[in-house]
């Protein structure tokens, strides 16, 4: 880079920012050229003369933003010692995106050679991510976004076999839906340039989601409550808020007596969390990061992560893969996730929800629509489901200790057997989950989002079958459910439901979900079972 001009610094009206000294407006290479020449600060000699690490460089960009505006300014190392100094002045600031400090042992000769300025980290924000972000901010403000299609499913083949799969919960990384190995990867930059990982980020950048989230009150108030009443646990703890949105479990951490909160978003939302954040007067106690949890660097470790991670099924959007990230990278030992254990439910429903969303494609105003029957049945449905409908008892399919817990473990296959209560027709499959906060707190709390529980925005997900099975109480249904990933999107999830139906009502029968229900087959034959594939996109 040319020291007199500044020159190879790229001027686009992305890069533009408030010289410190005369607050003028000017591209990021003239603000440079502007502080040193005008008001007789040399940027990157001044941390290259005190070999500042990039904490320094953000200390001292900061410190000359309090002090806007001044003609001329003498600055010592000093001045800016104060960690107060950390937190951004302007939100975003290009200033603190230029990497003044690359190498704490640099030499004053080491600049790049190639007339450059190089980009560094900010708020968790690599190089070409903070340019394009930079770039078209306004324009994706201004968009409006359409959130994730949850629903739809793109294909559900029904077949025969003669075996049922093996259950087993492996550490492996092996997709229990294709069988490829399928190591796990923490999200990186490159995810973000991927159309899918932009498009979920977006998704979080506009109010209307953060309102149903909010005004779920079992979710809102599990963390408040287990926060607040367990204030023990946070008093004087250092809490990072991963995903933190309009920072309301931040400022609950805050309430509970917290020493300081970090809060990570990489959604836009976060330039509201921050005048949120300052309106309740928790600015000294609340830094907010933009930025993906795996790139953004924190000034210190933590004692506690709080993250309201969960999706539909639990595991839609994969959130917890950056939890995860987080805990390994900055939770000192002996701190703790909130919430601390994670369980997911399957259990078999009746034909009542069938009737109404499959077989009414039968006689529609006297008009026979039953081609949209297969598509119905192609997609599970996340909804609210009256307790009335469930056939059969809950079944455990995964337990997930959440200070623990290894991406690889989020995909598994688990048998079951279940046992109907009383005679009906076995029509579809209902999965939902619950959250324990624990971790040794007076008050424990749970979450839960069965439909025995006051409906919460993860509603429950409704498995139909393409043709109910009669069934009488105590006929066991047997079978096992598997959860993967989509290769296509990671944050999307997989299902493969393998199943029959033993009928013990019978002497010396079985039943089975075959192209005839009502057929009984002698116990000596060879059972037929159904494989239906899903998938929550």
């Known amino acids: 880079m040319d020291e007199d001009t500044f020159e190879g610094w790229e001027e686009d009206e992305g890069t533009a920012t408030p010289c410190p000294g005369c607050k003028k407006v000017m591209s990021v290479g003239d603000c440079l050229k502007c502080l040193r020449d005008t008001h007789g600060v040399d940027l990157i000699a001044f941390c290259a003369q005190h070999h500042l690490d990039m904490y320094g460089g953000i200390k001292l960009v900061n410190y000359l933003r309090s002090k806007t505006p001044f003609e001329a300014l003498d600055v010592s190392v000093d001045d800016f010692a104060d960690d107060k100094y950390l937190h951004p002045v302007i939100p975003d600031d290009p200033l603190m995106c230029i990497d003044l400090c690359p190498d704490e042992d640099w030499e004053e000769d ?34 409006a976004s359409d959130t994730p299609n949850t629903t739809t499913t793109t294909s559900t083949t029904t077949s025969t076999t003669t075996t049922t799969t093996t259950a087993t919960s492996t550490s492996k990384s092996k997709s229990p839906i294709t069988g490829k190995e399928e190591p796990p990867k ?33 979710r809102t108030t599990s963390y408040r409550n287990y926060m607040l009443e367990n204030a023990s646990l946070f008093k004087d703890k250092v809490v990072l808020d991963v995903g933190c949105g309009t920072g309301i479990l931040s400022m609950f951490a ?21 005048v949120i954040v300052s309106e309740n007067g928790f600015g000294d106690k609340i830094s907010l990061f933009r930025g993906l949890m795996e790139e953004v660097n924190l000034p210190e470790n933590v004692d506690i992560i709080v993250s309201e991670w969960m999706g539909y099924l639990l595991l839609y959007e994969s959130m917890f893969d950056s ?103 076995f029509a579809g499959f209902l999965t939902y989950f619950d959250c324990l906060f624990d971790n040794g707190g007076d008050v424990p709390v749970v979450l839960g989002t069965g439909p025995e529980n006051i409906p919460t925005h993860w509603r429950q997900v409704l498995f139909h079958l393409p043709k109910p099975a009669p069934v009488n109480a105590g ?12 290769e296509t999107n990671k944050r999307h999830i997989s299902i493969a439901l393998i199943y029959k139906i033993k009928r013990v009502g019978g002497i010396g029968k079985e039943s089975t979900n075959s192209e005839n229900n009502d057929e009984l087959c002698e116990k000596e034959k060879d059972v037929e079972e159904t494989v239906l594939y899903f998938e929550l996109a």
């Not at 600049?111 to 980009?119: A, N, Q, R, T, Y």
């Not at 159309?195 to 950048?205: G, P, R, T």
């Open 186 to 218: 923490n999200f990186t930059k490159d995810d973000v340039d991927d159309e899918n990982e932009q498009a979920y980020f977006d998704s979080y950048s506009y109010s209307a989601i953060h309102i149903e989230m909010i005004r779920d009150s079992s």
């Open 323 to 425: 939890v995860i990230y987080a805990r390994d990278k900055w939770l000192n030992k002996g701190g703790i996730v909130v919430p601390d254990v994670a369980t997911m439910y399957v259990c078999g429903v009746d034909d009542t929800r069938w009737k109404e969303d499959v077989a009414v494609w039968d006689n529609v105003y006297g008009l026979s629509m039953g081609t949209m029957k297969e598509e119905v049945v192609k997609q599970p449905a996340v909804t609210v489901v009256d307790k009335e409908i469930v056939l059969t008892q809950p079944f455990m399919m995964k337990e997930f200790d959440l200070n623990t817990a290894r991406i690889s473990e989020f995909e598994f296959t688990s048998d079951f057997t279940m046992t109907c209560k009383r005679t009906s027709n």
């Open 110 to 143: 080491a600049l790049p050679e190639d007339g450059s300025v190089p980009l560094a980290t900010c708020e968790g924000t690599e190089e070409d991510e903070f340019k394009k972000i930079l770039e078209d901010k306004q324009k994706q403000q201004q968009q």
């Open 475 to 486: 006929d066991l249904v047997e079978g096992s459910i598997s959860i993967g990933r989509l």
């Open 254 to 274: 805050a309430q509970a007596g917290a020493k300081h909160v970090y809060g990570v978003d990489n959604a836009a939302i976060i330039d509201k969390a921050r």
